[in-house]
Every structure is written in C-alpha cells, then in structure tokens.
C-alpha cells in the first residue's frame, strides 16, 4: 500500500526528511482503506518507518488488531533533491547548478540506484509473505519504491516517466503469492485515483 496525502503546504520533495504527517484527507483515506480491506485475512501489517506510513498502517493495525511491525527496507528512496522544490517551471531542475545530478536518468544519478530500490522492497515484500505464511499481509510503502517493485517484477525497465506512474495515494499494489512463486500482480484504488504530478505523494 501507498501512504495517503501528506500536509505539505510548501510543495517540497520530502523524501526521508522527519515531520511529515498525514494531511486530514491523508488520514481519510487510510481509514477508507482499512474499511475496504475489512474482512480479508490480514495478519501482518507492517510499514516504512517514515511517519506518513506508520500513520496510515495505523487504522488498518486496529482494524485487524494487530501491532504495526516496521521494516526499514519498506522506506523511501534517497533523493539529492530531498527538502526542496521540484515543480516544473519554478523548482530546483530549473537551476543549472542541479543539472550535474541529472546526467544519468537510468540508473538514476540523483538517487538511490533502482535496482536497490526493487531487491530491498523484494526483500521486505518476502519477509512479509513468511510472516503472514497462509494468510494475508499489507506493507505499507512510497509511491517510488513501490513502482520500482512493479516494474522489476514485470519484467520491464526501472527507468520510468514519473507522471505515468499507477501508484495513487492510498493504492493497493498487490503480490499474489502460491507458496513462494509470484503468480499475479493486482492493483486498485480503494481511496480514488491521483494525479501523480500532483505534490503530497
């Protein structure tokens, strides 16, 4: 699952920076989550140490009661551009001093590598399989590493345009497992779709 609406009334890219909380429409959509989950066989709910995750894995934990685990690997990617603007027109890619950071859009040369990004989220998505073996698990991560994911396990390149990304605020990116094969990959928007160009990712 994607975190809900972060309150960001500066429009910055936060990245891991501490203090950014679930907006009130964030919190909306988490609790709409757990009530859309309610009734599947959850028994490992787990997050990003990042305080948007914890508190949108909160509702779903109460909802199954059940603590909410944490798992570091579930937090989002390291970004050079973290703590400021990104925008088109008036933010920091606007900038030549910036550009140097842009060199290689592939691996990608401002931030954490993609294929770290989609073995440390296997990893975690695999940790949380064994602990809710039998059973249903709901992992709660950011827009990037979770379209990372997707695309490593589909098979297609990790280097994307972010604007076509399928990863709404409040989404549910879903790994079917039998045993330990993968065997489909589901998607559906429980809180609406967003746009996401849109800040509060």
Known sequence: MRHGEVHNPEGILYGRLPGYRLSDRGEQQAKLVAEFLAGRD???????????AQQ????????FQTDVATDERLIESEN?????????????????????????PLRPSWGEPYLQIAHRMLGAAHRARAAAA????????HQ????????????????????????????????????EELVRIAYVEPAGAT???VTGA
Do not use: Y
């Not at 400021?84 to 001093?97: C, T």
């Not at 039998?134 to 991560?141: F, I, K, N, P, R």
């Open 42 to 52: 959850v028994v490992h709910v787990v997050a990003s140490p990042l305080q948007r």
């Open 56 to 63: 949108t894995a909160e509702p779903i934990g109460a909802t």
């Open 80 to 104: 050079r551009f973290e703590g400021l603007k990104v925008s088109v027109g008036d933010g920091a890619l606007s900038s030549p001093k910036h550009w140097p950071k842009l060199w290689n």
């Open 134 to 141: 039998g059973h249903e698990a709901v992992c709660v991560s």
């Open 144 to 179: 990037l590493p979770i379209w990372t994911l997707r695309r490593f396990l589909e098979g297609k390149p990790m280097w994307h345009d972010p604007r076509r990304r399928q990863c709404s605020l409040a989404s549910l990116t879903s790994l079917v497992f039998r045993g």
């Open 195 to 197: 746009d996401p160009k």
